[in-house]
Nanobody, 129 residues
C-alpha cells in the first residue's frame, strides 16, 4: 500500500498563489507517476497535472497550463503543485494521486482518475473573487 498525505490548501484571493504538497509513504516504489486531480462542488473529479519519477516528464490539463507547475522530489517522496494566477474556478478539493504507470499522459487520459492506484484524502483550495 501507498499512503498519500496532502497539505497546503487554503483560502486565497483571485490572482494569488498557493503551493500544495503531497508526501508518499509505504510502497513508494509503486509511485512511478504522481499527480493531482481536483473536484469542484457538484462536478466530477478532473485531472490537473502529473509527473513521472524518471526524467520528471510532466503533463497538464489545458485549463491550468501556464499557471500551475508540478514538480517532485524523489528523495523526499514528495510531489508539489505550484498554483499561480489562481481563479475562482480553481476552487476545489485537490487530490494527490499515485500510480505504477510510467506515463503522465496516461494518468491524464484516465478520465476522472478511475483506475488510479492510490489517492490522498484531499485538501481544499478556495479562491475568492
Amino acid at each position: 500500500q501507498v499512503q498519500l498525505v496532502e497539505s497546503g490548501g487554503g483560502l486565497v484571493q483571485a490572482g494569488g498563489s498557493l503551493r500544495l504538497s503531497c508526501v508518499a509513504s509505504g510502497r513508494t516504489f509503486a509511485t512511478n507517476t504522481m499527480g493531482w486531480f481536483r473536484q469542484a462542488p457538484g462536478k466530477e473529479r478532473e485531472f490537473v497535472a502529473a509527473i513521472s519519477r524518471n526524467f520528471g516528464i510532466t503533463y497538464y490539463a489545458n485549463s491550468v497550463k501556464g499557471r500551475f507547475t508540478i514538480s517532485r522530489d524523489n528523495a523526499r517522496n514528495t510531489v508539489y503543485l505550484q498554483m499561480n494566477s489562481l481563479k475562482p474556478e480553481d476552487t476545489a478539493v485537490y487530490y494527490c494521486s499515485a500510480d505504477s504507470i510510467t506515463s503522465p499522459q496516461a494518468m491524464g487520459a484516465n478520465k476522472g482518475g478511475s483506475g488510479v492506484d492510490y489517492w490522498g484524502k484531499g485538501t481544499l483550495v478556495t479562491v475568492s473573487s
